[in-house]
């Protein structure tokens, strides 16, 4: 199984970047679906997080301003990143939690992607 994100880069404060994230593999299911970010000397932290079913959360930070989307069957989820802040500037990287294959049942990472908003 193989995390693979798209998007990111450079925006200005108040503009929109827009990230995706597909899963690739013989995979049976996803339970959660979401995106962290990570600044230098912090830890990593929630960002927006979607099930299987549609449910969403979201950091309190980015509510109002982010939405997560999913497709299911093709396994993608979809950071849209509106009114972006200087403070959103972070590393950002898809998860997939709860990916069932035939033989396991695991947790992954994609590669981060780097999200810098200028003020």
């Known amino acids: 199984v193989q995390l693979q994100a798209f998007g990111g880069g450079l925006a200005q404060a108040g503009g929109s970047l827009r990230l995706s994230c597909a899963a690739s593999?013989?995979?049976?299911?996803?339970?959660?679906m979401g995106w962290y970010r990570q600044v230098p000397g912090k830890q990593r932290e929630l960002v927006a997080a979607?099930?299987?079913?549609?449910?969403?959360d979201y950091a309190d930070s980015v509510k109002g301003r982010f939405t997560i989307s999913r497709a299911n069957a093709k396994n993608t989820v979809v950071l849209q990143m509106n009114s972006l802040k200087p403070e959103d500037t972070a590393v950002y990287y898809c998860?997939?939690?709860?990916?069932?294959?035939?033989?396991?049942?695991?947790?992954?990472w994609g590669q981060g992607t780097q999200v810098t908003v200028s003020s």
């Open positions: 998860a997939a939690i709860g990916v069932q294959t035939m033989t396991s049942k695991y947790d992954y």
């Open positions: 979607i099930t299987s079913g549609g449910s969403t």
């Open positions: 593999g013989n995979i049976f299911s996803i339970n959660v």
